[in-house]
């Protein structure tokens, strides 16, 4: 066990950087307090706003044992092509693998749409070397060759190297050398070795990887600086850690070395703290629903786990092959603006108002319509409980955009168009949630749904009632969970070594040296973090596929060793779970042996994000207002409720509207609410078809 010398005895924030907020929460374990702010993000400079956030909530940095980060700098760069200037050095003949990929198309019907790779082909250059699949030199290493590639590269301006040589997962050697070299010629340390991040056999995702590790890199390192330095000099003297996809994390002395695994690591983070929530509740199988201001994101839980892959492509030809947390993306946020296309059709995103000048409510000049100003002519949403409203747009105002720009283009009322936009949102939203869970083999009705992200507890009931999901779990802040996600998380390093071989001429020996080795590896990071730890665990998993199959499915084990005949029959069996069928007659083969290194922390009691001081003997009490809420064309006199003074044993039967600091949710008619012991909120759908 690493007793470290800071960690969960004193006070910890967790801070994450959306694309419209920067949510922080600051919890202090020793007395329970709690402090939460919601900023507008900075995304110039996301430590701006990330100072704001503290400033907001008043911390004291001076006071502070831990702050956890997750963040967007990578995942924006590389959505949005904003990436240091990198230069690439193959084996001869490969240059193009980056731009040939698997020969798909953008659009898989009709022969439109473009890509662009990391990087240009002017900066990938070839020179002579080459090891063959079973890791035997072919073809020597033209040392030579390589400096003068470098130096070509410099006087090109790149800031960032990769080197990715053929089959180097097999032999890394040249790789190797090539990294000893390369230490006398370029001035930085932003030196990839595809090997080195993914030693897995596929060149494509290899390179594509190592490729956004790079470009992604001096990014990351310039503005985790910044962002050190910010702190250090408002008093703070602790650890900065930052949140990976995989939902661990990691030093911030160490996170830019590895800078693609930051990729989703905000998306992540919500999905650590819903299943951190979800143990907690009772509730381990869950679909996770963040729908925030830009974008919502969907991921599966299981049994407490979240579905973690090394397959994720975060966009057309963008494969990232490290491990991360397996979450979804679709283009519908709070900020999603609604249209009339030219064909005469409503469409909702996936252009957005961001945050700035954002909805048409939030009195910043948008003039867009937008899911969240749909909200509010139907009564979903207060305007005056909006955040970041700087005034000057009225009611009127909003419904006479709507008027113009969608009611009367499509022959409909206002409220009637309103209620279109919001139903044409929950059909794109359902329709990931579906993807998710069919694709991994669950039927949506045997988990609940976790609702959270700004918008997400407006939406959550209707999209449970579409999906036939009978359950809504609503956490106590659900507008920063992923704030809270980068509280809960543990530390976590992953593994992967490609061994590519049939199961019957597999060295069982072998394989239990190479994960026995992952996890010693492992644990000497973990204990190298200046964290507290309560204890290191590995998980131990295969990839496995049927001979002449191309897609991997990921095999648990319970320990490094295994014998060959067990194997086998796992194997048969996560195949038929997944695809309900039996293949007796093909062999097994094992790709990849994986190992997840994880450095358990101490857990947080979560029941005092509610203050229960506030908490009211009645609902009656805790009532607000009463206010005219359309559903489905119908007008219904809907009470209003403060969450923070919510009696904790309460029961509602909606419709009825429960509005906090960081969200609003939405309880439809017949549906019924209930309070948990941890301050969620249980929706039972009933009721309404």
């Known amino acids: 066990m690493n007793t470290g010398v800071s960690g969960q005895s004193g006070q910890i924030v967790g801070v994450d950087v959306g694309g419209t907020f920067t949510d922080l929460v600051a919890l202090d374990p020793a007395t329970g307090q709690v402090r939460l702010a919601k900023v507008p993000s900075t995304l110039d400079n996301q430590a701006y706003g990330v100072m ?185 003297a602790g650890e900065v850690l930052v949140m990976n996809g995989n939902g661990g994390m990691v030093s911030s002395r160490m996170v830019a070395r590895e800078a693609a695994k930051t990729v989703m690591s905000g998306p992540a983070s919500g999905v650590m703290a819903a299943a951190y929530t979800g143990r907690q509740a009772g509730m381990p199988d869950l679909i996770t629903y963040d729908m925030g201001g830009t974008s919502t994101d969907v991921a599966l839980i299981r049994g407490a786990e979240p579905s973690v892959s090394n397959e994720i492509e975060i966009e057309y030809a963008m494969p990232i092959h490290v491990p991360m947390v397996d979450v979804r993306t679709v283009g519908a946020g709070g900020g999603s603006i609604a249209r009339v296309n030219a064909a005469g059709l409503l469409e909702v995103g996936p252009e957005s108002a961001g945050a700035s000048p954002g ?140 061994l590519n071989t049939p199961l019957d001429l597999l060295d069982m020996d072998h394989l239990a040296q190479v994960l026995e080795g992952q996890a010693v590896e492992g644990a000497a990071l973990i204990g190298a973090e200046k964290v507290e730890i309560r204890d290191t665990r590995p998980v131990y998993s295969l990839d496995m596929q049927f001979i002449g199959q191309t897609h991997l499915l990921r095999v648990p084990l319970d320990g490094p060793k295994i014998s060959r005949e067990a194997l ?38 979560l029941s005092t994000l509610i203050d229960p001081a506030g908490r009211k003997a009645t609902l009656a009490e805790a009532r607000t207002a009463r206010r005219a809420v359309i559903f489905d064309g119908a007008a219904h006199d809907t009470p209003i409720y403060w969450r923070d003074h919510l009696p904790g044993d309460f029961s509602l039967t909606g419709p009825a509207i429960i509005e906090q600091m960081d969200t609003t949710v939405l309880i439809e008619p017949g549906d019924t609410a209930t309070a948990d012991g941890a301050g969620n909120i249980i929706v039972t759908l009933g009721g309404r078809a």
């Open 568 to 605: 086998r029959k796992r194997f048969e069996e996560v195949y038929f779970r997944r695809f309900r069928v039996e293949l007796a007659e093909i062999r097994a083969a094992v790709v990849n042996a994986n190992c997840s290194v994880i450095g358990a922390r101490a857990p947080l009691d």
């Open 52 to 236: 704001a956030a503290l400033e907001e909530a008043a911390v004291d940095l001076a006071a502070l044992d831990l702050i956890v980060h997750g963040t967007t700098t990578t995942t924006n760069a590389v959505l949005e092509r904003k990436l240091s200037k990198t230069g690439l050095i193959t084996t001869a003949g490969f240059r193009d693998v980056l731009e040939l990929g698997r020969r798909t198309r953008p659009q898989p019907y009709g022969m439109k749409g473009s890509f662009t790779p990391i990087i240009p082909r002017d900066l990938r250059l070839e020179i002579p070397e080459r090891m063959d699949a079973a890791g035997e030199i072919v073809t020597p290493l033209d040392e030579d060759a390589l400096r003068g590639a470098a130096r070509e590269l410099l006087d090109k301006g790149c800031e960032s190297l990769v080197v990715h040589f053929l089959h180097a997962y097999a032999n890394p050697a040249h790789e190797l050398r090539a990294a000893e070299i390369l230490r006398e010629l370029w001035p930085n340390q932003h030196v990839t070795l595809g090997h080195a991040l993914l030693s897995e056999s596929r060149e494509f995702e290899r390179g594509v990887t190592a490729a956004v590790n790079a470009s992604v890199q001096p990014l990351l390192e310039r503005y985790i600086r910044r962002l050190v330095e910010e702190l250090a000099g408002g008093g703070y």
């Open 359 to 498: 909805p048409i409510c939030y009195g910043r000049g948008g003039t867009d319509p937008t899911i969240s100003d749909a909200n509010l002519l139907l009564g979903r949403l207060n305007p005056a409980k909006l955040k970041s409203v700087e005034g000057g747009v009225s009611l009127a105002d909003v419904s006479a955009i709507f008027e113009a720009k969608l009611a009367r283009p499509l022959g409909l009322t206002v409220p009637e168009a309103a209620e279109a936009v919001i139903r044409l949102a929950n059909i794109k939203m359902a329709g990931a949630i579906r993807m998710v869970s069919v694709s991994l083999g669950a039927d949506p009705r045997d988990f609940a749904l976790f609702a959270f992200g700004g918008a997400g507890p407006l939406h959550a009931s209707a999209l449970a009632r579409e999906l036939g999901v009978p359950r809504v779990l609503v956490p106590a802040r659900p507008g920063i969970t992923n704030a809270l996600g980068c509280v809960v998380a543990d530390l976590r390093h992953d593994f992967v070594t490609t």
